[in-house]
Nanobody
Framework: QVQLVESGGGLVQAGGSLRLSCAAS????????MGWFRQAPGKEREFVAA????????YYADSVKGRFTISGDNAKNTLYLQMNDLKPEDTAVYYC???????????WGQGTQVTVSS
């Protein structure tokens, strides 16, 4: 089994920054990709950003492009999300997830709350 633990969430004013971290533990594994998702109250979970390790490609939702940066260390199975110029609409629970292949996300963390006040 693989466990993912997110950290770094909190309360920040609009225009501020936060850096989320995700650490994986459990059985030894090699991930194909890792990603961040978020879920706001009353809304479905949505994709935020992802990184594919083999080619170090990054992907972003249009709503966060230019403001968020995903990075990480494949060897350590750690993932980060630098979030700048935060907006109230970024308020959500942020989840880290791991893909072991190119098919689907296999493991999810419990989430960390990000609240942006106006």
């Amino acid at each position: 089994q693989v466990q993912l633990v997110e950290s770094g969430g909190g309360l920040v004013q609009a225009g501020g920054s936060l850096r989320l971290s995700c650490a994986a533990s459990g059985r030894t594994f090699s991930s194909y990709a890792m990603g961040w998702f978020r879920q706001a109250p009353g809304k479905e979970r949505e994709f935020v950003a992802a990184i594919t390790w083999s080619v170090r490609s990054t992907y972003y939702a249009d709503s966060v492009k230019g403001r968020f940066t995903i990075s990480g260390d494949n060897a350590k199975n750690t993932l980060y999300l630098q979030m700048n110029d935060l907006k109230p609409e970024d308020t959500a629970v942020y989840y880290c997830a791991v893909k072991l292949s190119d098919k689907r996300y296999d493991y999810w963390g419990q989430g960390t709350q990000v609240t942006v006040s106006s």
